[in-house]
Structure formats: structure tokens, C-alpha cells
């Protein structure tokens, strides 16, 4: 027989054989030897890694574990792999995890447990010749599938950013669809689906009321059927056009029930023309208030154009232009009118779009700041300067549009100053007064003709001089107002006059205010009439800007949550939103009513510190108060009161701005939180235990209770100053890491060393948990002392691993004892041919290795006193039918075993006759035949425990019923019985073969899992 484990090749395969027993490596070499392999033996790690490094066409090292004095088998053949890749196989006696473990991370070809069969001994070395073989094989293939897997690799990743990108765009698409969507649906325009036919096929109306007929009455309608005859025609012919060009707009009108209403329509085809089939959509938009409001404009401009143009004064309109820092530096002219260029000589299409330091050839800006301060603070200034570059003397008022526009108005004073010079001395006087007034002044006679008027008169009017001298204000003024004015000063008394003048000598409306006065002598004759009129344009726009941001504010105000109240300086209500109103009236049954007193509607506990608090912001003091209101159920509400000095322009205290706010929810959320607070004081100062609240993100502590005072040795004041880093004693990065984990709930669980104030260093059990306040969270640590309990864990752990120990080198020594009586008989074996001489010697191999396979599971199991009875009884199985197998016979193994824990004085004994019975079957059950069965079942009934073992074999002879054995093989069954006191039965038929039962009573019994 050569080279059972080398299957085809004639090769003697080279086994460096390294056991340091020389017995057992004798019996081991043999049993190599007859397999067919050469062997070469070695007694010491040393010795192996000489005949290793001199010997460089080994095939296989088959290892013992414990080679006595030296290094053991596990360093040998770590040095023997660093230098070479060959198959290394470990075999020994031990069976132990942690050993397993050890020897498979050293190299997996293969463990063989001493006392194996030989089938299983050569199986192994098979196994272990084909994995090197395989590795190698592997090894070469992984190689190639590493190039393979570097050019898949990058062929994935351009797919997946194609994927990326096309995930890219198909979102895109779908977020410009919903936007496409939400857009026509926040539309509020008419949209209209229409065929080539003119038939509505959809409509979409947000405002129903704009449709000329109902929806329902128009789809499926064409739309002469629906509509008047021009706006049908306009829309055919609209239709036909976006046929050809794929869009067409025009505008129409229709007669509401609202009344008139104007409207643009944009159709677009949809998609390629198809004629015959195509599709539009009408996209309608009502522009009734944009054709009004253009229909006013216009009018206003044709005015406003009317009376730039026509005035005698220089008018320009200019643009502030700034840097990036918003500082202005220069001015663009953006419009003139024709008086400009008569004053200045510079043609409109000059001075348009050119900046003031370009077109006035000075370099600089003419005025910049003072333009730039009317622009910024919004007043209008009045100059009078000499402009070198023109050479003349103007007069100018520049004042601001918004939106950094101005405008200037100026006056060509050369001529005047000149003839004012002469006449200076008689008249300076006056003539200041009248015409440097910013107010517009006339003169009238006793019949209401105008005799004199300044030039602020006349722009204000919008006339001219010319017009105005001589007019007869009380036959051609057309205000009655006016002309009722000048009687009340004609009769001498003052008139006055305010509202919008429509100027009759010019088309000009301007908001004026004007006085008129009579000039009487000593007799009361009247001498002559004086009307100053002011220009209160921009008050009048101020004003409207101002009822607009009322009516904003009024909104605001009534719509707020918290109640409001503007009281005057005697307390009386001026004004109220409609909460105030509403609360006044649900919770203090009082109705609030202008000019009533405040304090008068208020409850009478309220009444006497009420007018206090009033007083205290009358005098400019801010006061906030809270209220508790009893309702008239027996509970309470909370009100939180502000009263706001308000002040008028000049600064003084014109009133109070009263609000309520309802603090109800927050005072009960505050009194829950105070509960809770209290309750956690409780806890967190006589819980008995140590606590410390630490804050993550630096380590700081910022309280802890009186039992972390008395344990760390340091006064509560002293640890809220100190940090956690000061008192554990790992890397402040290490607890700074592991902080942030308590913080994030990874770990909540710790065991740390603790310096005391002392300086003594004790072990704690800390258990850290993340608390929310506010918007932070910090650790609640909680601390536990365990040194004393560490201390005693650890001499009980040292006490119990060198008890383990001892017990691991007990087994240990048990078991090669095993393998040595074991080698010794297969050695003997070997070495007899006689069946009668070598039977009683195979019987009691087999009862040794029964013995071993306990050893084994004893040292798998955590538990000494007992073992799993169900495992035992396979291994036991298993073995002696594999002991006994051979090609020319086959014998099927079934087991039903019930998992059973079992003591190991009762489970020695039922395995050893589980092994006698078996041999027994073996042997002499199946004598002629191929084949055979052998069935081993093991259940809990009732109280006792059963075990059965039986074949199919031919049956026990005649003359033997009774015998379950013959010789020692009976006499151990027997004696095993009855230690067990337990009842043994057999069956015994030629046709269905052999069965043993043995009942067991529960006293035998240790216990089982489901116990």
C-alpha cells in the first residue's frame, strides 16, 4: 500500500515527522510509512528547523503542539513558514479552543487529535496536500482576478457617474415638471386647451367670475358658440398664426357681469405643426387694472409733460451716482426741459445721459454735496451761485424724487440781480421778502384783481406773470373756496383756503394752502389784499404714503395675538385691536369703548395699582407687570402687561402704548420645570450615591452632590472650579474621546481610575448619561467605588486560573497518558496477525478512546461535574463504526439523541456500554452481509431516561438468548447496569435483528437544558 494520501502519482511524498515522544513518533512514522510517504523525524523544534533548512524538498511537516524543553511546535512552524510555503499540519492531544485558535492562526491546513483512526489520520494529510495545492492554485488566480477587478473596477465607476448623471438629470426634470405645475397652478390667469377646430377641449380658472360663461357651459364648445364675434374672430385668427409661427398674442375686451374687463391673450401651438391636429394653449391674463391705471398715467403725463415744458424755470432731472462704498460721486442728467437750454444754452440732446463733471467741463460735479444731501436726508435746498463755466447767476431748488433722483429747478437771475442792484438801497427789503420767500405771494385790489405776485406764486400755480397780473380772482377763479377766501379778507377778517387748485391760466392741479388778508389805513379804508400760498405737494404725498402705512399698521395691529390698547395722557382709550376687545370682554366681562377710562373697565383689585403703573410710563419709564385673572370657573389665566411711553416729534409723551400678552401656557410650563427641578435636586443630592454633571465639550464639572464632597476629599465649591480631566487619570485626549461618546450615547458604561485630593488613586465604576438643558446637553455621571471590589475580583481571578491551570496540565497528562495506551496497542496491533489474539486488544483500544472522547468534552465544557450525554454518545458511535468500517462492508450509522447534560460518573458508564453493545453488533451482527443499520436512540420518558442501540442484523444465536456479550465485554455491561441501577432489556429476531433498551431512573439523571 503506497501513498494513500497521494492519490495517482508513484512519488513518495517527504513528511518531516516532529514529535519530541520518541514512542509515539515511532508508532506515527510506522503508521506514515505503511501510508506510502517518507519520513524523516524530528524530537525538538531546533532539531525540526535544522533537517527543515538542510532539507529543501520536504512536501509536508506533520507538528506535535508540546515538544518539551525549547520552542514548542507553534513558534517552529511560524520560523519554518517565514522561510518557506509548505503545508504544516499540528497534531496532539489537546482539544481545547483557545489551543485550536492558536494553531489556526498560525496556518489552516489541517489538526489531527492523537488517537485518531487511520482513515481520519490520512484523510487529514489528504486534506492538507490538496488545500496547498489549491492555495497555490487560488494564489495564482487571485492575482489574475486582481487585474481583472482593477479593470472592472474602473469600467464600474464611469457606469455609476453615467448613472450619477443620469439620476442628476432625471431629478432636474421631474423638480422642473412640480415647479412647471405649482407655477400654472399659482397662476391667476385664464388658461385655455384648444383644438385646430377652435373647439375648448380644458380650462383652467382660478377666478371663475372672469370666464364669460360658466366652465361647464364652454368645454367641448367652439368658440364662436361662446364668445362675441370680434373677440371670436381675433382668436381664429390668432389660432392661425401660431399654426404657422407657433405663437400669436393679442388683446381684447369683454362685458362682465363685474363690468368691462380688458385682457392679453398668448396662444402657443403644442409641439411640431400637424395640421389639421394641432393643439393650442391660450394663456389669459386679465389687465383690466394695468390698462386703467396706464389710461390715469397717461393723463398725469400729458399734464406733467404740459407744465414741464411750458415753465419759465430751468428744470433738470438728474441721477446720483455712487461708488462701491456708497459715497457719491458725481451725477447723471436723465431729462431736461426747454427752459434749460434757453438758460444754459446746451441742447437737450447734449446734456441727456452725460454726467455733470463731463458736460459742464469743470471736472468736477458742480454742487455735488449739496445735491447728494437732498438726495440722502430728503429735504429740498435753495441756492442762489454764480456758474463760472456759462457765466450767469441763477437761482436753484433741488430737491429729492427717491430712489437717488433729484431734480433741480433754477431760474436765470443774472438780468435781475442787475437791475436789483440799482434799485437795492429803495427797496432791498421788500424785495427779499417777496421774492426770496419760499411761500407764493400776491397783491389784489379791492375788486380781487391780482396787482403783484412772486415767482414761487406763479410756479405754484403753473402759470406765468404775464397770466396772472391783472387776473380777477373773484369772477375767474375756479374754486369757490377761493373766491370765498378773498371776501373774508376784502371784508377784514382772514381767509383761508387748503385743498387741490386747479389753475385756471395753466393746466396745473397743486395741493395748496393759502391765507388772504386785507391792508386797511387808520380809517378803515382798504388799501390793497396780500395772499401767501405755500406748496404742500410732498405733504400731500407724505400724507397719502402715511394713510397707506396706517391702514398697514391698522392691519398689523388688529391682527396680532396680543391684545393692544393706545391710551392718551388722562388714560382714556384712543384705540384697541379686536383681541383686546375680545379678552376684555370673555375673561373681565367688560366692554372696551373709546374715550372711557382704562382703570374704570378693569377689576376692582386692579384698580388701585393701575393708575401707579400708568404714571411710571407717563413719566418715560418702560413697565412690564404680570397678572394673575381668577375666571369664573375657579381657575386662573396669566397675563404678561407692557405699557410703552410714546413720544411725538418734539419729544414729548403723547400717550401709552398698552399690550397684554397671555402667559398662561409658559407659567404652567414654569412650574412644571421648577417641580422637576426640585425633584431632581432631590435625587441628585440623597440618592446615596456619587454624582457629578460634567460638561462634554471641555470636561468641566459643574455641580456635584455631597457624596462626591466626602469621597474625592475636595469641598463642593472646590469640584465645581475643577475639571474631569484633573481627576481621571487617562490622556485628557482619551477622556475627551470617550465624552463624546457618552454625549452621543455610543457608550454609557466605564471603568476608570479616580485621584482623590489626597493623592490616592482608587477604581471606579462610572456610568455616564446625556441630559438636555436648554439647547445643550450634558453628562450625568454617576460613580460607584469598586476598588475593594476590584481587588478581591482579582485574587479570585488569579486563585481561579491557577486552579484552571492545574486542572488543564491534569487533563492534559490524562490524556497523552490515553494516546500512549492507545499508540501502545495499535503499535502491538501492528504487529500481530492473529484475529483471536488482536480482538480482545481492538475491544479495549476502543474503551480507551471511549475514556479519551469524555477527557475531550470535559475540557470543552465549562462545567467539570457533567457533560452533554447526547455528544458523548455520537462521538462514542461514530468512532467504533468507523473503527470497524471497511470497503467490503457498509454499515449505516442513525442517531436520535435528545440533548441530555448527564454526570460524568453515570455518562462513563453508559458510553462504555454504548461501546460494548456496538462492538458487539459489529462484530457479529452482519457476518455475510454488505450492508447494515444501526440505530441509536436516546430520550427522556416520564421519570427515566431511555436508551436504545439496535441493528438489523441476523440476530443473537439460538442457544444465546439472554448473552447482550461474551466474555469481559458481558461482564462490564453487567457491572455497569447494575452501578447504574437501572433495568436492561433485549430483542432478539433473526429477521429484524438485535435491540437493547436500558431504562434509567431519574436519580442517574444530573439535569438537561430544558430543565
Avoid: W
Avoid at 423638480?175 to 405645475?181: A, I, K, R, S, V
Avoid at 481627576?727 to 450615547?745: C, F, G, S, V, W
Avoid at 466474555?967 to 452501578?979: F, H, P, R, S, Y
Amino acid at each position: 500500500m503506497e501513498n494513500k494520501g497521494s492519490g495517482v502519482s508513484n512519488h513518495k511524498k517527504r513528511i518531516l515527522l516532529v514529535e519530541d515522544d520518541a514512542l509515539v513518533a515511532l508508532l506515527e512514522s510506522e503508521l506514515l510509512q505503511s501510508g506510502g510517504y517518507e519520513v524523516l523525524i524530528a524530537y525538538s523544534g531546533e532539531q525540526a528547523l535544522e533537517i527543515f533548512r538542510s532539507e529543501p524538498d520536504l512536501d509536508l511537516v506533520l507538528m506535535d503542539i508540546d515538544l518539551g524543553p525549547g520552542i514548542d511546535g507553534g513558534e517552529t512552524a511560524r520560523r519554518m513558514l517565514s522561510e518557506k510555503d509548505i503545508p504544516v499540519v499540528f497534531i496532539s492531544s489537546h482539544t481545547e479552543p483557545e489551543i485550536l485558535a492558536k494553531t489556526e492562526a498560525i496556518t489552516s491546513y489541517g489538526y489531527i487529535v492523537k488517537g485518531s483512526s487511520d482513515t481520519a489520520f490520512f484523510a487529514s494529510l489528504n486534506m492538507a496536500f490538496r488545500l496547498h495545492a489549491t492555495h497555490k492554485e487560488l494564489f495564482k488566480k487571485k492575482v489574475e482576478l486582481e487585474n481583472l477587478a482593477e479593470n472592472l473596477s474602473q469600467t464600474i465607476n464611469k457606469l455609476l457617474e453615467t448613472q450619477k448623471e443620469l439620476l442628476a438629470h432625471q431629478q432636474k426634470l421631474q423638480e422642473t415638471t412640480e415647479h412647471l405645475e405649482a407655477t400654472l397652478n399659482s397662476l391667476p390667469d385664464l388658461l385655455f386647451e384648444i383644438d385646430e377646430q377652435t373647439t375648448i377641449l380644458d380650462v383652467r380658472a382660478p377666478l371663475p367670475e372672469l370666464l364669460y360663461r360658466p366652465k361647464e357651459e364652454i368645454l367641448g364648445k367652439k368658440i364662436n358658440e361662446i364668445l362675441p364675434v370680434d373677440v371670436s374672430n381675433s382668436l381664429a385668427f390668432a389660432l392661425k398664426e401660431a399654426t404657422n409661427t407657433g405663437r400669436a398674442e393679442f388683446d381684447y375686451s369683454l362685458n362682465l357681469a363685474s363690468g368691462p374687463r380688458y385682457f392679453e391673450a398668448i396662444v402657443s401651438r403644442k409641439g411640431e405643426n400637424r395640421p389639421g391636429q394641432n393643439k393650442f394653449v391660450a394663456l389669459v391674463r386679465d389687465i383690466t387694472d394695468r390698462i386703467e391705471a396706464q389710461l390715469e398715467q397717461q393723463k398725469t403725463e400729458i399734464r406733467f409733460s404740459r407744465l414741464f415744458q411750458s415753465m419759465s424755470e430751468g428744470v433738470a432731472i438728474h441721477r446720483l451716482i455712487c461708488n462701491e462704498q456708497e459715497e457719491p460721486i458725481d451725477y447723471e442728467i436723465v431729462e431736461v426741459n426747454e427752459a434749460y437750454s434757453r438758460h444754459t444754452g446746451i441742447h437737450r440732446k447734449q446734456a441727456v445721459g452725460k454726467k455733470a463733471s463731463e458736460l459742464y467741463g469743470l471736472g468736477q460735479p458742480p454742487y455735488l454735496d449739496i445735491y447728494a444731501r437732498v438726495v440722502l436726508e430728503g429735504k429740498p435746498e435753495t441756492f442762489e451761485t454764480y456758474f463760472p463755466p456759462l457765466d450767469r447767476q441763477f437761482k436753484v431748488t433741488a430737491f429729492s424724487l427717491g430712489e437717488n433722483m433729484f431734480a433741480t429747478v433754477f431760474e436765470d437771475i443774472t438780468e435781475r440781480r442787475k437791475a436789483e442792484q440799482a434799485l437795492r438801497e429803495r427797496e432791498e427789503r421788500y424785495r427779499l421778502v417777496f421774492e426770496n420767500a419760499p411761500l407764493g405771494i400776491l397783491q389784489f385790489d379791492q375788486n380781487g384783481i391780482i396787482t403783484e405776485c412772486n415767482d414761487e406764486f406763479v410756479r405754484i400755480i403753473g402759470s406765468s406773470r404775464e397770466a396772472l397780473i391783472g387776473f380777477n380772482i373773484l369772477e375767474r377763479a375756479g374754486d369757490e373756496k377761493v373766491k370765498e377766501a378773498v371776501r373774508e379778507a376784502l371784508a377784514g377778517r382772514i381767509g383761508y383756503y387748503e385743498g387741490i387748485y386747479h389753475s385756471v391760466t395753466a393746466n396745473k392741479a397743486t395741493p395748496t394752502r393759502g391765507f388772504f388778508a386785507g391792508v386797511f389805513d387808520e380809517k378803515g379804508n382798504f388799501i390793497n389784499g396780500i395772499g401767501i400760498f405755500e406748496d404742500f405737494t410732498k405733504r400731500y404725498e407724505t400724507e397719502e404714503a402715511l394713510r397707506g402705512s396706517e391702514a398697514s399698521l391698522r392691519a398689523i395691529f388688529d391682527s396680532s395675538y396680543h391684545s393692544f390698547i393706545f391710551l392718551d395722557t388722562e388714560g382714556r382709550i384712543q384705540s384697541f385691536n379686536q383681541i383686546a376687545a375680545k379678552r376684555h370682554t370673555e375673561i373681565l366681562g367688560t366692554k372696551l369703548e373709546i374715550g372711557k377710562k382704562l382703570v374704570d373697565l378693569l377689576p376692582e383689585k386692579f384698580r388701585t395699582t393701575f393708575p401707579i403703573t400708568l404714571q411710571k410710563a407717563l413719566s418715560g419709564e418702560y413697565v412690564r407687570v404680570e397678572r394673575e385673572i381668577p375666571l369664573p370657573d375657579g381657575s386662573s389665566v396669566f397675563y404678561q402687561h407692557h405699557l410703552t411711553p410714546v413720544y411725538s416729534d418734539q419729544k414729548n409723551i403723547i400717550g401709552v402704548f398698552y399690550s397684554a400678552e397671555d402667559i398662561t401656557e409658559l407659567k404652567i410650563s414654569e412650574k412644571a420645570l421648577r417641580e422637576s427641578e426640585e425633584r431632581f435636586r432631590t435625587i441628585f443630592e440623597y440618592s446615596g450615591t456619587i454624582m457629578l454633571l460634567i460638561d462634554p465639550e471641555d470636561g468641566s464639572i459643574l455641580d456635584a452632590n455631597y457624596q462626591a464632597e466626602e469621597f474625592y476629599g475636595y469641598p463642593r465649591e472646590k469640584l465645581r472650579q475643577m475639571n474631569i480631566k484633573e481627576i481621571n487619570t487617562l490622556p485628557p485626549d482619551e477622556i475627551q474621546r470617550l465624552m463624546n461618546e457618552a454625549k452621543q450615547k455610543k457608550i454609557n458604561y466605564f471603568l476608570f481610575k479616580h485621584r482623590l485630593s489626597s493623592g490616592e488613586i482608587r477604581e471606579v465604576e462610572v456610568h455616564s448619561h446625556p441630559i438636555q438643558f436648554g439647547e445643550k446637553k450634558y453628562l450625568l455621571s454617576i460613580i460607584i467605588d469598586i476598588t475593594e471590589r476590584t481587588r478581591l475580583e482579582q485574587q479570585l481571578k488569579k486563585t481561579l486560573e491557577e486552579r484552571q491551570q492545574i486542572l488543564r496540565e491534569l487533563q492534559h497528562r490524562v490524556k497523552n497518558t490515553f494516546a500512549l495506551i492507545y499508540s501502545l496497542i495499535n503499535l502491538e496491533l501492528n504487529r500481530l496477525q492473529d484475529k483471536e489474539i488482536r480482538a480482545p486488544l481492538e475491544s479495549f483500544k476502543n474503551r480507551i478512546m471511549s475514556l479519551s472522547r469524555l477527557y475531550d468534552l470535559l475540557s470543552l465544557s465549562e462545567k467539570y461535574q457533567e457533560i452533554s450525554l447526547d455528544r458523548f454518545l455520537k462521538e462514542i458511535s461514530e468512532f467504533v463504526v468507523k473503527s470497524y468500517a471497511s470497503p467490503a462492508k457498509k454499515v449505516e450509522l442513525s442517531l436520535d439523541l435528545e440533548s441530555v447534560n448527564l454526570e460524568v460518573k453515570s455518562a462513563i458508564a453508559l458510553g462504555l456500554i454504548a461501546n460494548e453493545i456496538l462492538t458487539n453488533s459489529l462484530k457479529h451482527a452482519f457476518p455475510s452481509r454488505k450492508s447494515g443499520r444501526i440505530e441509536v436512540r436516546l430520550k427522556r420518558q416520564d421519570d427515566q431516561l431511555f436508551l436504545e442501540i439496535s441493528d438489523n442484523g441476523v440476530g443473537l444465536p439460538p442457544d444465546k438468548p439472554a448473552s447482550a456479550a461474551e466474555g469481559i465485554g458481558q461482564e462490564i455491561i453487567k457491572a455497569l447496569v447494575e452501578q447504574l441501577e437501572a433495568k436492561l432489556d433485549l430483542e432478539s429476531d433473526p429477521q429484524k435483528g438485535t435491540k437493547y433498551k436500558l431504562l434509567i431512573p431519574t436519580r442517574a439523571i444530573k439535569n438537561s437544558p430544558g430543565q
